[in-house]
């Protein structure tokens, strides 16, 4: 193929003009009728595909309707019990490639694929039997792990043969612990394992084999790194869609005959780029997959194109999928994270969003209305259909039995009896899907709702129109700190979605990001954790008032509606939503019930943890080495050698892992760094950061170790990783100056400071570390500013003024002719060893010049001295002296800077200054008081004597006599009395002489 021809998108999928083409023709080919289906599969649209039935000229396409059909109506275990998908993984089982013991999955899928396409008659109906199979495994994963209802284990146990192919082929035996053990090994991406108390995902790994054979055209599996610069960035299409996937990029082995099967497809990108966020949803870490996220930016760039609005009748897909790769984006921790292409899809369908105030009240007893944040949100087209009737149902959720009882007015008397979470939260129970204020506190004295003195129009959004809300609420909290005002913003949006429950998942996320933003403030945090543990309990069983008995719940809230626009909101899995939930346990020291969660999650580290509060660590060690025994996976290992603090188990996780659990050398490192073994603590880290090297806070530690040794050269890359992973670590930046500054670079460091700064402004050590940069590189302007800063956290470090770079600053400015240049020729700047203190080892500790080290300090003379720096200087010197009044040493810089800007009086008032702040108590004793006391003495004296005056000669005579009178006797015989002595006399007779 010719990768410069205008036919490169047709390899993927069907261009533009040939989907546009599909949209009013009668008679419509097999091909386009399913294009159509795809779209209607996108779209959770039965009906649309029912009359596309009646247009099919073949079996083969009814069968492939069918699928779709059962697709849309959400019976996803259906479509693979079929007998095309039976008779296809069957064909995947009995391939040659999968007799390769060494193979991975994905590898041996997608060549049995490739002989498959080759050898069969309709290329057509066989790519769309891979896709509906991958898009129904995909979506049941989902249902089960994300939206519910849950489906029993007995009633999927018929679909574990099709898994069969994921095993090794010398294994017979299909069983569900093997296949879950299996998947989690195989969807191990750069270093990092999945969630292993996820339900079923040996569904996801079929389903991520198929669509990468799929979307990606690749023998080359997710087990291979990505390189490491690739994340953070967008590649451009046209580049994406040439570059080779071999270990590092992308290679699509696939032949002519196989492109005819994909060429027709429409929705394959899209899906596999929905199966590649799920992967890393799934992973433990907390740091993107640069693998996947590579990936990810081809299928999506694919799938936004295909579906451009100017590409299909409808505006909503295309917005859909601009929101889904925003939020691809947040998912990947991707800068800005998706906040353009959330615009995007708000400017596709036409909402219109205004966040505004109005007057209102928030408290039941609150007399005067006070402005209140609101959020005006209209759909280009009105929403004509009613709310949901199983979101609008939950929405006034009641309590009520399993016998269908409600517990109504009638029952007044055993509710009073029941706490309130015993109330919301029932073991065996429906719980309520909609917590209000009173029901969690009945002496809450907050109003559900802002009450708005005008009436607010909330005319029913379009259910894609509330996701971007959605969306655009998760982006106020990606752009801005997390602070009150944060949160306040972010209300009116999901107060706004909430007004109108048009569909089960867009209300659920709505009540749960609500959830998240109440849990910050004390008046709604227990609100907030019961409504979080209504949202874990509805993912299986719920009564509601419409809902009475056990054949209502199991119709209630179907597959279909829970997953039409799952892929476009934040909602998090349910093992995710309960760790939440304990964590938030946790946190409010309800130790034992988040205990009970992690417990059924298998966290490890929080079990620790939790036992170790309850003063019980022996519990610990024995649950870890019980679990052991069953399973002696990588994670229990390293968990043992964390509570026990034994390395060897350490060594034991990293050998079971075969080389690839980063997390047991990073362990195993930082308990070495303990003991006192930096080297060997080092070797470690830099085998977990080339196991994994998307883990920022590993490059961070490898860096620190390293400049404790003086390894400057390794802790430099180990700070450019991390600030690449996390371009806002000022800490990262920091170091990275201090390692700059040590080897005076002082232009990089200056530079490397600045980042810094952006994000830790409150840390004095860098804005003294920036301020010695800013003068070796003659950044006067930047040096002062830094100074003020210094004078702000004062509070904070209570350091000495820097006399010494106040001096420097004066010379440069104000003496610019007379300053010296202590480098060579070419403008370079040489400084003393022992200037660049040793402390330079972590950003805790910098680099600061030491009081005796003033003749070390080199100067750049800038060219002319600018009127503006001298005026600026004045300023800062004037509050310095206002905040600081007894530093001798700021009052002689300060009356230095005076003389050179012509105000001899007031540089004599500072030297007096001076020499009363060198009058400290018991100065006429103490020596080393004395002298420099004699010193500054004499320096006021020659001012006077330049004034000349009889005033200033008397003034001058009074403080001289003074000074002598108290140390004449101690030490008369003193050098520098000797010297006050006899200008005391000279000032006498220029007295007695004076007209």
């Not at 039965?46 to 247009?55: D, H, M």
């Not at 420097?808 to 400015?813: G, K, R």
Request: glycine share 4%.
């Amino acid at each position: 193929m010719d990768s410069d021809s205008d036919d490169d998108f047709a390899v993927f999928g069907m261009d533009a003009s040939a989907m546009a083409n599909v949209v009013d023709d009668d008679s419509l080919t097999d091909a386009e009728l399913l294009q159509k289906a795809e779209v209607a599969i996108l779209e959770t649209n039965a009906t649309s595909i029912e009359p596309l039935l009646a247009q099919a000229a073949s079996e083969r396409t009814r069968a492939l309707l069918d699928m779709a059909l059962l697709l849309a109506k959400g019976q996803y275990a259906d479509v693979l019990r079929l007998q095309p998908v039976q008779d296809l993984f069957s064909q995947l089982q009995q391939s040659d490639a999968r007799k390769q013991a060494s193979s991975h999955a994905c590898t041996y899928i997608a060549q049995a694929l490739e002989v498959r396409f080759a050898a069969s008659d309709d290329k057509l109906s066989l790519g769309y039997t891979v896709l509906f199979a991958a898009i129904a495994l995909l979506d049941l994963f989902v249902q089960l792990n994300y939206t519910g209802p849950a489906i029993e284990d007995e009633k999927l146990a018929d679909l574990y043969a099709l898994c069969h192919v994921l095993l090794p082929a010398h294994e017979s035996q299909v069983t569900k612990i093997r296949l879950h053990t299996n998947a989690i090994v195989s969807l191990q991406v750069d270093g990092e394992s999945p969630f292993s108390i996820c339900e079923h995902p040996y569904f996801l790994e079929l389903a991520r084999c198929l669509l990468h054979y799929l979307g990606l055209q690749s023998f080359v599996n997710w087990s291979h790194p990505e390189a490491i610069d690739r994340i953070n960035t967008f590649t451009p299409m046209d580049q994406l869609s040439r570059q080779p996937r071999t270990l590092n990029g992308f290679q699509r082995p696939i032949s002519t005959d196989v492109m005819v099967g994909l060429r027709s497809m429409v929705s394959h990108h899209w899906w596999c780029g929905r199966a590649l966020v799920a992967h890393q949803r799934l992973l433990i870490t907390k740091s993107p997959s640069n693998t996947l996220w590579a990936e990810t930016q081809l299928c999506f760039s694919f799938a936004l194109s295909s579906f451009h609005v100017a590409n299909c009748s409808s505006p909503y897909l295309p917005a859909r999928a601009e929101l889904e790769w925003g939020l691809a984006q947040h998912y990947f921790e991707v800068k800005n994270k998706g906040r353009a292409d959330f615009s995007r899809a708000l400017q596709t369908t036409g909402l219109q969003v205004q966040l505004s105030g109005s007057m209102g009240k928030r408290t039941k007893f609150q007399v005067k209305e006070v402005a209140q944040m609101v959020l005006l949100a209209k759909s280009r087209v009105a929403n004509t259909q009613t709310s949901s009737e199983f979101a609008a149902a939950t929405a006034q959720t009641t309590h009520v039995d399993f016998g269908g009882l409600s517990t109504g007015a009638s029952e007044d008397n055993d509710d009073d009896e029941l706490s309130a979470e015993d109330k919301l939260v029932a073991d065996g129970e429906a719980a309520y899907r909609t917590i209000t204020r009173d029901q969690a506190d009945p002496d809450n004295i907050l109003l559900e709702k802002i009450a708005f003195t005008d009436t607010i129009d909330n005319s029913n959004l379009q259910v894609v129109d509330q996701t971007i809300l959605l969306a655009l609420c998760l982006d106020v909290k990606n752009s801005n700190a997390n602070d009150g005002l944060t949160r306040e913003q972010m209300m009116p949006y999901l107060t706004r979605v909430l007004d109108n429950p048009n569909n089960w998942m867009v209300y659920s996320t709505g009540l749960l990001e609500r959830a998240w933003l109440e849990c910050e403030t004390m008046r709604s945090r227990e609100r907030a954790v019961l409504q979080m543990q209504a949202l874990v309990d509805q993912h299986t069983t719920r009564l509601t008032i419409t809902q009475t008995s056990l054949k209502m719940i199991q119709d209630a809230a179907p597959a279909h509606e829970r997953m039409e626009h799952i892929y476009s909101l934040v909602f998090p899995p349910r093992y995710a939503l309960k760790r939440d939930l304990a964590e938030r346990y946790f946190g409010l020291g309800v130790y034992n019930s988040a205990l009970e969660i992690f417990k059924e999650l298998e966290m490890w580290d929080e079990i620790v943890q939790c036992h170790q509060l309850l003063d019980q660590p022996k519990r610990a060690e024995a649950m870890v080495r019980q679990r052991l025994e069953v399973a002696p996976t990588p994670f229990m290992w390293c968990s043992l050698g964390d509570i026990t603090d034994d390395v060897a188990h350490y060594e034991t996780s990293w050998n079971v892992s075969n080389g690839r659990f980063a997390r047991a050398k990073r362990s195993w490192a930082r308990k070495l760094y303990e003991q006192g073994d930096i080297p060997a603590a080092i070797a470690h880290l830099q085998d977990a950061t080339k196991v994994q090297p998307m883990f920022t806070q590993a490059w961070f530690f490898l860096g620190s170790l390293a400049m404790r040794m003086s390894q400057w050269v390794v802790a430099f890359e180990a700070f450019t990783h991390a600030v690449q992973l996390s371009p806002d670590d000022g800490e990262a930046w920091g170091n990275i100056g201090s390692i700059h500054l040590r080897l005076k670079n002082y232009g990089q460091a200056f530079s490397a400071f600045q980042e810094a700064l952006k994000q830790k402004r409150n840390m004095w050590q860098m804005w003294e570390n920036f301020l010695l940069c800013a003068m070796e590189c003659a950044r006067y302007g930047d040096a002062m500013y830094a100074m003020h800063m210094l004078l702000d956290l004062r509070d904070k470090h209570k350091r000495p003024i820097d006399h010494e770079v106040l001096a420097w600053l004066v010379q440069a400015i104000v003496y610019p002719t007379k300053s010296t240049t202590h480098g060579e020729d070419d403008g370079t700047t040489a400084v003393d060893d022992d200037s660049v203190d040793a402390s330079l080892v972590d950003v805790g500790s910098m680099a600061v010049l030491d009081d005796d080290d003033e003749d070390k300090i080199p100067t750049i003379a800038p060219p002319v001295s600018e009127y503006n720096y001298t005026k600026q200087l004045g300023k800062l010197l004037g509050r310095i002296t206002s905040i600081v009044t007894n530093d001798a040493k700021v009052w002689q810089v300060y009356a230095h800077f005076q003389d050179g800007v012509g105000q001899p009086q007031k540089a004599r008032e500072c030297r007096l200054k001076e020499c009363r702040a060198l009058q400290k108590a018991g100065w006429e004793t103490n020596v080393d008081d004395l002298v420099p006391l004699c010193k500054a003495a004499l320096r006021l004296a020659n001012d006077y004597l330049q004034d000349g005056s009889k005033a200033a000669l008397y003034d001058c005579r009074m403080y001289l006599k003074t000074l002598t009178k108290k140390v004449q006797v101690t030490f008369a015989d003193l050098p520098e009395v000797v010297e006050v002595a006899a200008m005391l006399q000279d000032i006498e007779a220029r007295e007695a002489a004076a007209p």
